[in-house]
């Protein structure tokens, strides 16, 4: 399973943005898949996680101006980002867990990809 994350940037403060994480999976499907970031100094922290049935919880740090999606037959997590503020910057990572049929084969990790909020 490869994940490959998209859609960061430098955007001012109360802006938005939004995060795409797409899977590829050839034999196997993905369950929870969530967003992590990481600011510099900072340990990696779970910010927004959604379920294969699209339940989700997001960290009370970003409640109200996070939104987590996902379109299952592509595979791929959003991460809609409002009001966004300077410490919100960081590096945001996606990670899925794998599956073939019902097994459970592995957590996986994208590359991350950078957020600044800066004016």
């Known amino acids: 399973v490869q994940l490959q994350a998209s859609g960061g940037g430098l955007v001012q403060p109360g802006g938005s943005l939004r995060l795409s994480c797409a899977a590829s999976a050839s034999i196997f499907s993905i369950n929870a898949m969530r967003w992590y970031r990481q600011a510099p100094g900072k340990q990696r922290e779970l910010i927004a996680v959604?379920?294969?049935?699209?339940?989700?919880n997001v960290a009370d740090s970003v409640k109200g101006r996070f939104t987590i999606s996902r379109d299952n037959a592509k595979n791929t997590v959003y991460l809609q980002m409002n009001s966004l503020k300077p410490e919100d910057t960081a590096v945001y990572y996606c990670n899925a867990d794998g599956y073939s049929g019902s097994v459970y084969v592995g957590n996986y990790w994208g590359q991350g990809t950078q957020v600044t909020v800066s004016s």
């Open positions: 959604i379920s294969s049935g699209g339940s989700t």
